[in-house]
């Protein structure tokens, strides 16, 4: 298992033949604010042609679109409260890829973890703590990768995480941890679906 930092790239496929599945894990600990809000993270995976926005808002996988057309990404649902009833990681939310299946259309796909209703409940990622990604060959639960985020966020409502990127025939993670303004409906709009 190799541990990222912010920046850094990484192959997931070479020297691997014949791994297609793999699993994304994410999470995270929240403070509860002063309001009584319990906070809800949502992971998305937005999938990007060579333009950096999604061909079609269908591309778009999240808790209103759990399953991509193509079948090949997949979001194992949305979590409300917490960790993963009999996740073995202790991940929030998981997001099941397979890299033989995705179309040819699409260079990247950008992982996501946004804060619902964040300016509603006065919620922000500076109260998010210990956020992690990790993926696992989901063929025989190994991880492959993991990257902890650190606690370099404030005022930020969406983050992206990371992104898959295809590299000749071969696949990618970039660890990017970028933060932004604007929860959800500002990541869409950044990354070209319509909202």
Not at 97 to 126: C, H, M, S, W
């Amino acid at each position: 298992m190799i541990n990222l930092f912010k920046g850094q790239k990484v192959d997931l496929t070479k020297g691997r033949p014949g791994m297609t599945k793999i699993l994304v894990g994410l999470g995270w600990d929240t403070k509860k604010y002063d309001g009584g809000y319990n906070f809800d993270l949502d992971a998305s995976a937005f999938l990007l042609g060579d333009n950096g926005k999604v061909p079609a808002d269908s591309d778009f996988v999240f808790y209103g679109n759990l399953k991509h057309a193509s079948g090949a990404v997949q979001h194992m649902g949305d979590n409300l409260t917490g960790k993963l009833e009999g996740s073995d990681a202790n991940d929030c939310e998981q997001i099941k890829i397979d890299l033989a299946a995705i179309p040819a259309n699409i260079a990247k796909i950008a992982i996501t973890v946004t804060i619902y209703e964040a300016e509603e409940r006065r919620q922000n990622f500076g109260q998010v703590s210990n956020a992690y990604v990790h993926i696992y060959d989901e063929t025989n639960s190994r991880e492959l990768i993991r990257y902890d985020l650190g606690e370099d966020f404030s005022v930020e409502t969406a983050v992206i995480v990371g992104e898959i990127y295809r590299s000749d025939v071969e696949w990618k993670f970039n660890a990017i941890g970028a933060g932004f303004q604007g929860g959800l409906r500002g990541l869409c709009i950044n990354l070209g679906v319509n909202v």
